[in-house]
């Protein structure tokens, strides 16, 4: 199987209001996210790509016009957890490329979700 990955980066706020007043997450806080979306296939096309990497440009401008720069709980209808917006993510990008095989949300450099089914 070859597999290839490309990383997107974007700056939100979130807040997880159904924790604890106690919790940092429950307290509106921002990340600088990282969202690496991979591709895999058993076979290359004919130009030797899984995809060509130019084709995710498309998910950029997703990104940089619904979520960077903004309050996540703003724009999304779900709980903004790194578990879900990964699965958002992959849902998004596997509709437009059969060969997203996962998507992984980092919110810090030591910590992150992924969604792989």
């Not at 969202?35 to 895999?40: D, F, I």
């Not at 990497?53 to 999304?76: A, S």
């Amino acid at each position: 199987m070859y597999r290839i990955t490309k990383e997107f980066h974007f700056s939100a706020s979130h807040q997880l209001t159904h924790l604890p007043d106690d919790h940092q997450c429950a307290r509106m806080h921002g990340h600088n996210y990282i969202v690496e979306v991979e591709l895999a296939a058993p076979e290359l096309n004919a130009d030797g790509f899984v995809r060509d990497y130019g084709e995710l440009k498309p998910f950029k401008t997703y990104i940089d016009e619904t979520f960077d720069h903004r309050h996540l709980n703003d724009v999304m209808s779900f709980l903004t957890t790194a578990e879900n917006m990964a699965r958002h993510f992959y849902d998004w990008c596997a509709a437009r490329w059969p060969e997203t095989a996962a998507v992984r949300v980092s919110e810090t450099p030591k910590t992150w979700a992924e969604y792989r089914p």
